[in-house]
């Protein structure tokens, strides 16, 4: 969980910084509206990024997990 707030918040940052670069006289209702829209398509892929983060950092792998 922690994993994705913290790949939310690049993602906010990022998009922010283009709407700041592309479009500087933007308003609270565009950028809003920017930030719904980024994170409602990389839901998919920002969930399945930091699931395989934290696996990562946790999880160890064991090669002989089905022989036990």
Known sequence: MFVS???NTL???FAWGLLVYFYPPYSLVHMLSLLFG???LS???T???SRA???ALF???DPT???K
């Open 47 to 49: 969930f399945r990024l």
């Open 43 to 45: 839901l998919p892929f």
């Open 59 to 61: 999880v160890r792998y």
């Open 53 to 55: 983060i934290w696996l």
């Open 11 to 13: 993602q906010f940052f």
């Open 5 to 7: 707030y913290a790949i």
């Open 38 to 40: 980024v994170v409602m």
């Open 65 to 67: 997990w089905e022989k």
